[in-house]
Nanobody, 117 residues
């Protein structure tokens, strides 16, 4: 059974940092691209970042480039998203996704990130 369990969300002030983690199980982690997707309540999904199985190729939406870093530890079957210089507009539920924007099949339950003073 595929499981994706996010953690690390919370409340942070503008300019602060958070590190999201996603513990994956039930599939061969290092074979698959992994992604982070976010959703603001009442709005659509935004594909934030993706990383390939080997961890040497990444993509980011323009709004987070230079502030967010996606990474993975294949030995620990864990995906990360380091978020720095957080802005109010980064407030959303962040989902860990198995796959990329073109092909994906499993999503985690999501973790809330709130950026507010």
């Amino acid at each position: 059974e595929v499981q994706l369990v996010e953690s690390g969300g919370g409340l942070v002030q503008p300019g602060g940092s958070l590190r999201l983690s996603c513990a994956a199980s039930g599939f061969t982690f290092n074979v698959y691209d992994m992604s982070w997707v976010r959703q603001v309540p009442g709005e659509g999904l935004e594909w934030v970042s993706s990383i390939n199985g080997g961890g040497d190729s990444t993509t980011y939406v323009d709004s987070v480039k230079g502030r967010f870093t996606i990474s993975r530890d294949n030995a620990k079957n864990t995906l990360y998203l380091q978020m720095n210089s957080l802005k109010v507009e980064d407030t959303a539920v962040y989902y860990c996704v198995k796959g990329n924007i073109l092909s994906n099949d499993y999503w985690g339950q999501g973790t809330q990130v709130t950026v507010s003073s």
